[in-house]
């Protein structure tokens, strides 16, 4: 699937009158293995029937097709997130559902939906009677240690009707049956936090066994739990030791169960993965393959300890596994000019490359990876400690040998080959892309192909730092999930993607992690730094205000009021301790916080000295923090006063230290009036000065972006939603550094976390923190999506959308899509000249105000079904020579 393929749940599907698609059981893309006895139901419509809304639905369920029951009519417009209709689903239960509907139109019930499974995984404690085993030798575990094996042999009589294999790992392991690896899942078990929360895959293994002899085994590496983690050269983060658990339980047509767990009776052995690391890479000698596994050599092996382990700990996951999601070729071999064999792939990715060769054994090929060329070598200086480099070790198959890494990831669009037996040829090379395997929900295209390759860049980003969590970089020593990134990119993510599964997982660890008071981690899962300027558990605007507002802009995108349930506890904490660090004046004074991290002004190796205070930004932060879990505490029917009366102050306070009388801000910077402006901290006559006050600091500054984290997803909305769309416009169309297109004119292929990450000779920004992936600064994306191309939701779960395009910067077209929870929502508008034309459609079940850009503002209300508009343009539009849409010149990266 390329990654800009959409999964429509209809795209494949000819229409018929009114027909549901298949339940949605919680946010699962495979219900199997789930961990809630009562998942909510969801489904689509597809419908023939313009401005169709449903009245009613009957849902049936049961064992299987042949035995569903009906749980009769319930009068209701709702379709997403239905209680569950039968008794609670017990461990391993299986069941059968689907729905039918009633609505505008339709005299009587529509079609039957397809059926959909889902199956319960293991929901209690005592359904554990495996063990926690790892090896009975000794490790030393200060250095990366090789992967091991564990296995053991059994009989089976007769057939298997049905096999489960529920399995979790401290480390990441990859299961076995009979010489077959069990499923598409990388780096399981994932990365959570581990002491409160570690995950079990179920896997369906009825096809894996046979009568007779079978064996069964896991292979572990060091993965998160003791491996390299973060930027302080820090190791056994979760502990010294890696170990296995594994249930394999088998029925047969009788009913009778077989359970195969790991216990004392399993046997440990080498593996060929003699080292492997998330940051310095794998090696791997194939000459060892056969080694290790039980069954063949039993006397060489050893035996296995139990591991003292609660498995009360174990959880069913939220989200779908790390995959790979997609291949590329190689799309040049190049020569460094110190004699270097560079493959290219033309495409910054994250995940690993597949080789195949033939050589004599021992032969070492080895790979080094790096996101860049640095005057045409390999470009390592930003992956600071990290290696980034396989080797493989040929065994001297006859045939040749086919290998890929299993235990790690890189970051890189480069490979150095070195040690390759004859010519390097491109065919021999595949890059392997790995992320989570998230449902692409969201696409944009416009007229100008630099914004569209700014786009593709935001989308690549994104799939190279959500793997398993939303981590800032993918390359170097770190690879955290840094709370304030996903903070202001949670709304692009979750256009561009079907996030609330994935980001379900991120939130439960950050409330675990947070517990009961204090601020949460800066990184979610909790990696604790040892040296200044940071505490132990600081308070930190932006960053800790992702406990109030990721939930809120997941609830706004799915309208699913658990996120805000769930996090109400996280978002009280953490106010509370903003507002004690801020002091009884509710005022921030001293300290060290991020602040408008990355500034373009910012010196190279200081990358929080701003030019707008962090006092400011945490005073807004507080303000509208705290005015936004005023909103959630209400929605839940919880207290909200404290909230207001905090959200009152804290805007007072900003606005008598940081706004003037005429309603300038004060220090006069993009961010300060970026955040005065989209927080709402203004009264309604300061506004208009404000607005103005911005458009000028962004003139001044040449149409420049002079933000950082916290201003840059902001900037644009500010100036379109108060009458300065063209300078938006202007701010987004920049080429020059620092700006958006800059790296796209470098060749860049992902969103850089510095402006100026690669200077215009082709040198490395010479700051230690420089990463050509990182998707922060790409937040403008949502701008683009709703503000651009005009597509945003009006309300909760896009139960009512918003159709209100900007159209600007000399841009004939642009078009958005997304499939909403109630199913594809798209807009696309040209225009030529002031002729402008709009075409809409809303999902069945939706309805949809269009706002026209016309001198009237025309606003038309709208049902479900495709509507036509057009209007002559008043909006400004930018007619500089220099705003015209662009073709960008080929560029071969320095």
Same mark, same amino acid.
């Given at each position: 699937?390329t990654p800009?393929?959409l999964?429509?749940?209809?795209q494949d599907?000819?229409? $018929?009158?009114?027909?549901?698609?298949?339940?949605r059981f919680e946010h699962?893309?495979e219900?199997f293995g789930i961990? +809630?006895?009562?998942p909510?139901?969801?489904?689509?419509v597809?419908t023939e029937?313009?401005g169709?809304?449903q009245?009613?639905y009957e /849902?049936?369920?049961?064992p299987d097709v042949a035995?569903l029951v009906?749980?009769?009519r319930?009068?209701?417009?709702e379709?997403?997130?239905q209680?569950w209709?039968?008794?609670?689903l017990?461990?391993?239960q299986?069941?059968?559902?689907?729905?039918?509907v009633w609505?505008t139109?339709?005299a009587?019930?529509?079609?039957?939906?397809p059926?959909?499974y889902v199956?319960?995984?293991?929901?209690?404690?005592?359904d554990?009677q495996a063990?926690m085993?790892q090896?009975?030798?000794?490790e030393?575990?200060?250095d990366t240690e090789p992967? &091991?094996?564990?296995?053991r042999?059994?009989?089976?009589?007769?057939?298997?009707?049905s096999?489960r294999l529920?399995?979790s790992?401290?480390?990441?392991y990859?299961?076995?049956?009979n010489?077959r690896?069990?499923?598409r899942?990388i780096?399981?078990p994932?990365?959570?936090s581990y002491h409160?929360r570690?995950?079990?895959q179920?896997?369906d293994?009825?096809?894996?066994?046979?009568?007779?002899a079978n064996?069964i085994?896991? +292979?572990?590496?060091?993965g998160w739990?003791?491996? #390299?983690?973060?930027?302080q050269?820090?190791r056994n983060?979760y502990?010294?030791?890696?170990?296995a658990?594994?249930q394999?339980?088998?029925?047969?047509d009788?009913? #009778?169960?077989?359970?195969?767990g790991?216990d004392?009776s399993w %046997?440990a052995?080498s593996?060929?993965v003699?080292g492997?690391?998330?940051? #310095?890479?794998?090696?791997?000698?194939?000459r060892?393959?056969g080694?290790g596994?039980?069954?063949r050599d039993?006397? /060489?092996?050893?035996?296995v300890v139990?591991k003292?382990?609660d498995?009360?700990?174990? $959880?069913?996951p939220d989200g779908?596994p790390?995959r790979?999601?997609e291949?590329?070729a $190689?799309?040049?071999v190049?020569?460094?000019?110190?004699?270097k064999?560079? /493959?290219d *792939?033309?495409?910054n990715?994250v995940g690993r490359?597949r080789i195949?060769?033939?050589?004599? !054994?021992g032969?070492e090929?080895?790979?080094r990876?790096?996101?860049v060329?640095?005057h045409?070598e390999?470009?390592v200086?930003?992956?600071?400690v990290?290696?980034?480099t396989?080797?493989?070790?040929?065994k001297?198959a006859p045939g040749?040998?086919?290998?890929?890494?299993?235990f790690?990831?890189?970051?890189?669009?480069?490979v150095e080959?070195?040690g390759?037996?004859?010519?390097?040829?491109p =065919?021999?090379?595949?890059?392997v892309?790995?992320?989570s395997d998230?449902?692409r929900?969201?696409? *944009?295209?416009c007229s100008?192909?630099m914004l569209n390759q700014?786009?593709?860049?935001?989308?690549?980003?994104m799939r190279?730092n959500f793997?398993?969590v939303?981590?800032?970089?993918?390359?170097r020593n770190?690879?955290l999930g840094?709370?304030?990134?996903?903070?202001?990119?949670?709304a692009?993510?979750?256009f561009?993607y079907?996030?609330?599964? &994935?980001?379900?997982s991120?939130?439960?660890d950050?409330?675990a992690?947070?517990g009961?008071?204090?601020?949460?981690?800066l990184?979610?899962p909790e990696?604790?730094f040892?040296?200044?300027?940071?505490?132990?558990r600081?308070v930190?605007?932006?960053?800790?205000?992702a406990a109030?507002l990721?939930?809120?802009?997941l609830y706004?995108?799915?309208?699913?009021r658990e996120?805000?349930?769930?996090? %109400?506890?996280g978002?009280?904490a953490w106010? +509370? !301790?903003?507002?004690?660090a801020a002091g009884?004046?509710?005022r *921030?004074?001293h300290?060290?916080?991020f602040?408008?991290?990355?500034?373009p002004a910012?010196p190279?190796?200081e990358p929080?000295?701003?030019?707008?205070?962090?006092q400011?930004?945490?005073q807004?932060?507080l303000a509208?923090?705290?005015e936004?879990?005023a909103?959630?505490a209400?929605l839940?029917?919880?207290?909200?006063?404290?909230?207001?009366?905090?959200a009152g102050?804290a805007?007072?306070?900003f606005r008598?230290r940081?706004v003037?009388?005429?309603?300038?801000?004060?220090?006069p910077t993009?961010t300060?009036?970026a955040v005065?402006l989209a927080?709402?901290?203004?009264e309604p006559?300061?506004r208009s000065?404000?607005?103005?006050g %911005? !458009?000028?600091a962004v =003139?001044?500054?040449?149409y420049r972006?002079a933000?950082g984290?916290?201003?840059?997803p %902001?900037v644009?909305d500010a100036?379109t939603?108060?009458g300065?769309?063209?300078?938006a416009y202007r701010?987004?169309l920049q080429?020059?550094?620092p700006?958006?297109?800059?790296?796209?004119?470098?060749?860049a292929?992902t969103?850089?976390e510095r402006?100026?990450s690669m200077? @215009?000779?082709?040198s490395?920004n010479?700051? =230690?923190?420089t990463?050509?992936n990182?998707?922060?600064?790409?937040?403008?994306?949502?701008?683009?999506?709703?503000?651009?191309?005009?597509?945003a @939701?009006a309300?909760?779960?896009y139960?009512k959308?918003l159709?209100?395009?900007? @159209?600007?910067?000399g841009?004939?077209?642009? =078009?958005?899509?997304h +499939?909403?929870?109630?199913?594809?929502?798209a807009?696309r508008w040209?225009?030529?000249?002031?002729d402008?034309?709009?075409?809409?459609?809303?999902p069945?079940g939706?309805?949809?105000?269009?706002?026209l850009?016309?001198?009237?503002?025309?606003?038309?209300e709208v049902?479900?079904?495709?509507?036509?508009f057009g209007?002559?343009v008043? /909006?400004p539009?930018?007619?500089?020579a220099?705003?015209?849409?662009r073709?960008?010149e080929?560029v071969?990266?320095?």
């Amino acid at each position: 699937m390329t990654p800009d393929t959409l999964r429509f749940p209809f795209q494949d599907a000819h229409p $018929v009158a009114t027909t549901p698609s298949a339940l949605r059981f919680e946010h699962h893309e495979e219900p199997f293995g789930i961990g +809630e006895d009562r998942p909510r139901l969801s489904w689509q419509v597809r419908t023939e029937t313009p401005g169709w809304v449903q009245s009613a639905y009957e /849902l049936e369920l049961g064992p299987d097709v042949a035995q569903l029951v009906s749980y009769g009519r319930t009068e209701s417009a709702e379709q997403l997130l239905q209680p569950w209709p039968a008794p609670a689903l017990a461990s391993r239960q299986r069941v059968a559902a689907r729905v039918r509907v009633w609505g505008t139109g339709n005299a009587g019930p529509s079609e039957w939906s397809p059926v959909s499974y889902v199956e319960a995984g293991l929901l209690n404690r005592a359904d554990w009677q495996a063990a926690m085993i790892q090896p009975a030798w000794d490790e030393a575990s200060e250095d990366t240690e090789p992967a &091991f094996r564990l296995s053991r042999t059994f009989e089976l009589e007769g057939a298997v009707a049905s096999a489960r294999l529920y399995s979790s790992a401290h480390g990441v392991y990859v299961a076995s049956i009979n010489g077959r690896r069990v499923g598409r899942d990388i780096l399981a078990p994932g990365w959570t936090s581990y002491h409160h929360r570690l995950r079990y895959q179920t896997y369906d293994v009825t096809d894996y066994l046979q009568p007779g002899a079978n064996i069964i085994g896991l +292979e572990l590496a060091d993965g998160w739990w003791r491996g #390299n983690l973060g930027f302080q050269e820090k190791r056994n983060t979760y502990g010294g030791r890696t170990a296995a658990i594994a249930q394999l339980e088998i029925s047969d047509d009788g009913g #009778n169960v077989t359970v195969i767990g790991t216990d004392s009776s399993w %046997l440990a052995g080498s593996s060929p993965v003699l080292g492997s690391d998330l940051y #310095n890479g794998e090696t791997y000698d194939a000459r060892l393959e056969g080694a290790g596994w039980a069954g063949r050599d039993d006397a /060489l092996l050893h035996a296995v300890v139990l591991k003292d382990f609660d498995p009360s700990v174990l $959880v069913a996951p939220d989200g779908p596994p790390v995959r790979a999601t997609e291949e590329l070729a $190689v799309s040049a071999v190049l020569k460094s000019p110190s004699g270097k064999t560079i /493959l290219d *792939f033309g495409q910054n990715l994250v995940g690993r490359v597949r080789i195949t060769v033939s050589g004599a !054994a021992g032969t070492e090929v080895t790979l080094r990876h790096a996101e860049v060329l640095e005057h045409g070598e390999l470009g390592v200086r930003p992956l600071r400690v990290a290696k980034q480099t396989d080797v493989y070790k040929l065994k001297g198959a006859p045939g040749g040998e086919t290998w890929e890494p299993e235990f790690t990831i890189h970051g890189f669009r480069y490979v150095e080959v070195s040690g390759w037996p004859g010519d390097v040829e491109p =065919e021999a090379f595949t890059a392997v892309v790995i992320h989570s395997d998230l449902v692409r929900t969201g696409t *944009f295209e416009c007229s100008d192909p630099m914004l569209n390759q700014l786009h593709s860049n935001v989308v690549w980003g994104m799939r190279g730092n959500f793997v398993d969590v939303p981590t800032d970089c993918p390359q170097r020593n770190e690879r955290l999930g840094w709370t304030g990134d996903f903070q202001i990119f949670a709304a692009t993510a979750a256009f561009l993607y079907r996030i609330p599964g &994935f980001s379900a997982s991120w939130l439960k660890d950050m409330a675990a992690e947070q517990g009961s008071d204090g601020p949460p981690p800066l990184v979610v899962p909790e990696v604790t730094f040892d040296k200044p300027p940071f505490p132990v558990r600081p308070v930190m605007a932006a960053w800790g205000d992702a406990a109030v507002l990721v939930p809120w802009v997941l609830y706004q995108r799915t309208g699913d009021r658990e996120f805000l349930r769930r996090q %109400l506890p996280g978002m009280t904490a953490w106010l +509370e !301790a903003a507002a004690e660090a801020a002091g009884p004046q509710l005022r *921030f004074e001293h300290g060290f916080q991020f602040g408008d991290w990355l500034d373009p002004a910012a010196p190279p190796e200081e990358p929080g000295e701003a030019i707008t205070p962090w006092q400011l930004v945490a005073q807004a932060y507080l303000a509208y923090s705290s005015e936004v879990a005023a909103k959630a505490a209400e929605l839940l029917g919880e207290p909200s006063s404290r909230f207001k009366e905090l959200a009152g102050r804290a805007t007072s306070v900003f606005r008598e230290r940081y706004v003037s009388d005429d309603g300038q801000l004060q220090p006069p910077t993009q961010t300060a009036y970026a955040v005065a402006l989209a927080f709402g901290l203004l009264e309604p006559g300061e506004r208009s000065a404000a607005a103005a006050g %911005l !458009a000028a600091a962004v =003139e001044d500054g040449g149409y420049r972006i002079a933000t950082g984290f916290v201003g840059t997803p %902001l900037v644009c909305d500010a100036l379109t939603d108060h009458g300065y769309a063209t300078a938006a416009y202007r701010l987004l169309l920049q080429t020059e550094c620092p700006s958006w297109l800059y790296p796209v004119t470098m060749g860049a292929t992902t969103i850089w976390e510095r402006w100026d990450s690669m200077l @215009p000779d082709g040198s490395i920004n010479e700051g =230690e923190m420089t990463s050509f992936n990182h998707y922060a600064l790409g937040a403008v994306a949502d701008w683009m999506h709703r503000s651009l191309a005009g597509l945003a @939701p009006a309300e909760p779960g896009y139960r009512k959308l918003l159709v209100k395009p900007r @159209p600007g910067g000399g841009l004939d077209w642009a =078009e958005a899509r997304h +499939e909403t929870p109630y199913g594809e929502a798209a807009v696309r508008w040209d225009r030529t000249g002031q002729d402008f034309t709009l075409d809409v459609t809303v999902p069945a079940g939706c309805t949809a105000t269009v706002v026209l850009p016309d001198a009237a503002g025309t606003v038309h209300e709208v049902g479900s079904g495709t509507h036509s508009f057009g209007c002559a343009v008043a /909006l400004p539009g930018v007619a500089l020579a220099d705003m015209a849409p662009r073709v960008p010149e080929p560029v071969t990266q320095p």
